[in-house]
């Protein structure tokens, strides 16, 4: 794959969540026989969105560069295991994420906490809307990886819960806890000008 057509510089970019269920299923079809329109066509939906995620997760643009091609690879030899139950968006970004795990596991940075300070303390969504998005962007970077994907995916892939529950293969429940979790770090980290505690 050719990174050239990946953009990681339009970072606040948004999209719709990909295509149509017919016209998925349609897409789909045409993958698993092989069509290169398919391919490229998969490529123009997900590449960019998938692209900025994995840079905001791994906050290495070679890395995340790496990440998508490996996911494309991935999604393009394994197109026969795709059942359909989720969303072809929710497949390849699963994963995608799992890859990003796998990369920050190997880079030794990435620490999963079963038992999470859970606090039921509501943070404006308002704070979110309002500060600049680079700020945001670099905050974010600074952020234990376990809120950082949640963060990402909830803001700035504007999935619903229920969606990032079904990526990362966690309760809504859990997802839930540590959005909240993450929106306080967040917050705090940036009234206090970007100095992060946890």
């Known amino acids: 794959m050719n990174a ?29 026989k092989g069509n290169e329109e398919a391919y490229i066509k ?5 590449g960019n969105r998938l692209l900025k995620t994995c840079y ?17 690879l991935r999604v393009f030899n394994q197109i026969d295991n795709y059942n359909g139950n989720s969303s072809l968006y929710t497949w390849i970004y699963r ?7 796998d990369k920050i596991k190997s880079r030794r940075e990435f620490e999963i906490y079963e038992d999470i300070f859970e606090t039921k303390e509501k943070v404006e ?35 619903a819960i229920k969606e990032i529950s079904e990526i990362l293969e966690k309760k809504e429940g859990t997802i839930k806890s540590r959005l909240s979790r993450g ?16």
Request: proline content about 0%.
């Open 95 to 101: 994963i995608a994420l799992n890859l990003c795990k």
């Open 183 to 198: 929106r306080v770090i967040l917050k705090n980290a940036i009234e206090r000008g970007g100095e992060l505690y946890e």
């Open 125 to 159: 969504d308002i704070v979110f809307n309002s500060i600049d998005r680079e700020i945001l962007r670099r905050e974010l970077f600074n952020l234990n990886a376990l809120y950082r994907e949640i963060l990402i995916l909830f803001y700035f892939e504007e999935l």
């Open 56 to 72: 905001l997760i791994l906050k290495n643009e070679k890395d995340a560069e790496d990440i998508v091609q490996d996911t494309f």
């Open 4 to 32: 050239t057509f990946l953009n990681i510089s339009r970072l606040n970019s948004k999209g719709g969540l990909g295509v149509a269920r017919n016209e998925e299923k349609e897409l789909v079809r045409k993958l698993r």
């Open 42 to 46: 998969l490529l123009d939906i997900y």
